[in-house]
């Protein structure tokens, strides 16, 4: 089964049916996403700025780390709940999104920086936990974090404009291709 | 009362140049939702501490300290960017209940945070302080919650 028949199929379900056409849980789910925005990038900012030597510089990088990361954790777990929530309620359309997809090629980089940072930078975390200025590879991490979130954020509003959508054609070759679109031709 | 200012508001030429755009809302709108990450962020920090989690081991002044420079930052970003976003729909925001309830918790949220929440903030720590401390952040939290949510509302409305 290819991923559009997927959400295809998505789509008939009863659930995403429910979701998509009800008056207020849909907006309750996506204003969620939104405030649950303020507790997992708002403490990850602060984080990537710790780790960019921009605020709290007499606090151990290691010990910021600690007393925020359950939260971030916790506000990250309410953005992806309501995240496939909202992708569950208007499945076809997102899949064919650019920005959607645009979204998750940013999610995964900053996936993999996370990682990165996780197992090259942490690591060695007791060599520079109090430095004034923290190393250049923590001061990356903390860099590329803040630019993909704020890429994800911005990439994640736009899903909501249709500018680009496939059932408003003509579209340029690139757009049919990255959104995946099933142009008629003849 | 006020229906005449709102539709003076309407004339104004920023608006409708936003308006006139395909693009200027949505991008306005972003730049508004990543000043709302920055301002959750540093107004979480200082409140969390506040009401005795996140980074409990330290000084409330010292986080309240270096958190300030990037409230204000983000609070210029929110303001700055809902003035084109409220004078391209005036008479929408006029009539939504939503937008009223968002102006009015606004003006009691940033009177509250720079006087009782920021005098908290400052405050050496003495007998009875914690709890005073806890209530001063619950009640931020509370009051800025209530800001972005009636703020997201407008949208729907």
Same mark, same amino acid.
């Given at each position: 089964m290819s991923l559009l028949a997927f959400c295809e199929w998505l789509a008939a379900t009863e659930g995403s049916i429910a979701l998509h056409e009800s008056l207020y849980m849909y907006p309750l789910v996506e204003s969620a996403h939104v405030l649950a925005l303020c507790l997992f990038v708002g403490l990850a900012t602060i984080l990537d700025l710790r780790l960019l030597s *921009?605020?709290? *510089? !007499?606090?151990p990088v290691s010990q910021v780390i600690a007393r925020l990361l359950p939260w971030t954790i916790g506000g990250f777990v309410v953005m992806v709940i309501t995240g496939v929530l909202l992708f569950y309620a208007i499945p076809i359309r997102t899949y064919q999104s650019v920005w959607f997809r645009a979204k998750v090629i940013f999610l995964i980089l900053a996936g993999i920086n996370v990682y990165y940072f996780h197992t090259r930078v942490e690591t060695r975390i %007791?060599? =520079? !936990?109090? %430095?004034?200025i923290t190393p250049k590879a923590a001061r990356r991490a903390g860099l590329f974090s803040l630019i993909l979130w704020a890429c994800i954020i911005v990439a994640g509003r736009f899903i909501?404009?249709? =500018?680009?959508?496939? !059932?408003?054609?003509?579209?340029?070759a690139f757009v049919n291709w990255f959104a995946g679109c099933v142009v008629a031709t003849d | 009362m006020l229906l005449p200012f709102f539709q003076w508001c309407e004339t104004l030429w920023l608006g409708q140049f936003v308006v006139g755009s395909n693009w200027l809302f949505p991008v306005i709108e972003s730049v508004h939702l990543l000043g709302l990450a920055l301002l959750g962020g540093s107004i979480l920090i200082v409140d969390m501490r506040l009401v005795g989690?996140? #980074?409990?081991?330290?000084e409330v002044k010292e986080i309240a300290r270096d958190a300030r420079p990037y409230m204000n930052f983000a609070l210029v970003m929110m303001i700055s960017t809902g003035i084109p976003l409220f004078l391209s729909e005036p008479i929408k925001c006029y009539y939504s209940p939503a937008f009223w309830v968002k102006m009015w918790t606004l003006a009691i949220a940033l009177i509250y945070t720079y006087t009782i929440r920021t005098k908290t903030t400052r405050m050496? #720590?003495?007998?009875?302080?914690a709890r005073r401390q806890m209530l001063v952040g619950a009640l931020s939290m509370a009051l800025w919650f209530t800001v972005a949510s009636a703020g997201r509302w407008i949208g729907f409305s």
């Amino acid at each position: 089964m290819s991923l559009l028949a997927f959400c295809e199929w998505l789509a008939a379900t009863e659930g995403s049916i429910a979701l998509h056409e009800s008056l207020y849980m849909y907006p309750l789910v996506e204003s969620a996403h939104v405030l649950a925005l303020c507790l997992f990038v708002g403490l990850a900012t602060i984080l990537d700025l710790r780790l960019l030597s *921009r605020l709290l *510089r !007499d606090v151990p990088v290691s010990q910021v780390i600690a007393r925020l990361l359950p939260w971030t954790i916790g506000g990250f777990v309410v953005m992806v709940i309501t995240g496939v929530l909202l992708f569950y309620a208007i499945p076809i359309r997102t899949y064919q999104s650019v920005w959607f997809r645009a979204k998750v090629i940013f999610l995964i980089l900053a996936g993999i920086n996370v990682y990165y940072f996780h197992t090259r930078v942490e690591t060695r975390i %007791a060599e =520079w !936990d109090t %430095a004034v200025i923290t190393p250049k590879a923590a001061r990356r991490a903390g860099l590329f974090s803040l630019i993909l979130w704020a890429c994800i954020i911005v990439a994640g509003r736009f899903i909501a404009y249709n =500018w680009f959508d496939c !059932d408003i054609q003509p579209q340029s070759a690139f757009v049919n291709w990255f959104a995946g679109c099933v142009v008629a031709t003849d | 009362m006020l229906l005449p200012f709102f539709q003076w508001c309407e004339t104004l030429w920023l608006g409708q140049f936003v308006v006139g755009s395909n693009w200027l809302f949505p991008v306005i709108e972003s730049v508004h939702l990543l000043g709302l990450a920055l301002l959750g962020g540093s107004i979480l920090i200082v409140d969390m501490r506040l009401v005795g989690i996140g #980074l409990s081991g330290r000084e409330v002044k010292e986080i309240a300290r270096d958190a300030r420079p990037y409230m204000n930052f983000a609070l210029v970003m929110m303001i700055s960017t809902g003035i084109p976003l409220f004078l391209s729909e005036p008479i929408k925001c006029y009539y939504s209940p939503a937008f009223w309830v968002k102006m009015w918790t606004l003006a009691i949220a940033l009177i509250y945070t720079y006087t009782i929440r920021t005098k908290t903030t400052r405050m050496e #720590l003495v007998h009875n302080t914690a709890r005073r401390q806890m209530l001063v952040g619950a009640l931020s939290m509370a009051l800025w919650f209530t800001v972005a949510s009636a703020g997201r509302w407008i949208g729907f409305s």
